[in-house]
């Protein structure tokens, strides 16, 4: 059974580009996390996605920011406009859905985002 | 903010028991106790949870003291690979939110 997929695991963009990052859960998990680490700092959240809706973005920046989990295919994490304190390690995390259970998060290898 | 505190950084001897304290005070009746670790920038990995009682699994041991106030993971038998950032993360059971939130953990470096 695959882990948690994330790609790119690194990725290059100037100021005022768009990034786009994919996280593939493991197979039969429903619900998606992404967290931002900052160098030198800890995880933070930023969304909590289960299929084609959003439950949690209190993490989330106001603004350039924006993330879904379609019916079909990986979730996709978008920074538009991107600038250098973007510049961190994005990583993706899945659970299972079992109504009751509070399920472990398993976490993917992360992105590693730089901006020039 | 995270509802823990840890040391900043601990260091043990390979092949012997690594003992990371974690204390949550403030710790609800519905919140269980878990622990990550990072090494060295991957994805974090999950070890362990529990809620009142002490827990063992592969990878560690997790005991809660009676009052729920603190807790100790515990690597018996430490090893290089061992080396990495732990993290103590509070957690509601049911309902509330799913999100973990990390505090600064504990750097663990296993020495040869």
């Known amino acids: 059974n695959a882990g948690v997929m994330q790609n790119p695991r690194h990725l290059v963009r100037r100021r005022g580009q768009e990034a786009r990052l994919r996280c593939s859960p493991m197979k039969g998990h429903s619900h998606v996390y992404w967290y931002r680490q900052l160098p030198e700092e800890g995880l933070k959240f930023m969304v909590y996605?289960?299929?084609?809706?959003?439950?949690?973005e209190s993490g989330m920046p106001k603004e350039r920011f924006s993330a879904e989990f379609p019916k079909e295919g990986p979730s996709i994490l978008r920074i538009q406009q991107v600038v250098r304190g973007d510049s961190a390690a994005y990583f993706c995390?899945?659970?299972?859905?079992?109504?009751?259970?509070?399920?472990?998060?398993?976490f993917g290898p992360g992105t590693r985002l730089t901006v020039l | 903010d995270a509802k823990t505190t840890q040391p900043p950084s601990m260091d043990c001897a390979e092949g012997r028991a690594a003992n990371l304290p974690c204390n949550h005070s403030t710790i609800s009746g519905n919140e269980y106790v878990y622990w990550y670790r990072q090494i060295h920038s991957q994805g974090p990995q999950y070890i362990i949870h529990?809620?009142?009682n002490n827990e063992t699994n592969e990878m560690a041991s997790l005991i809660i003291t009676e009052d729920r106030k603190s807790s100790t993971l515990i690597l018996p038998h430490a090893t290089l690979r061992d080396t990495a950032v732990y993290y103590c993360i509070v957690r509601v059971a049911d309902g509330g939110s799913e999100k973990l939130v990390f505090g600064k953990g504990t750097k663990l470096t296993v020495n040869p």
């Open positions: 995390a899945s659970s299972l859905s079992l109504a009751g259970v509070k399920n472990e998060q398993f």
């Open positions: 529990g809620l009142k």
């Open positions: 996605l289960q299929k084609e809706n959003i439950i949690d």
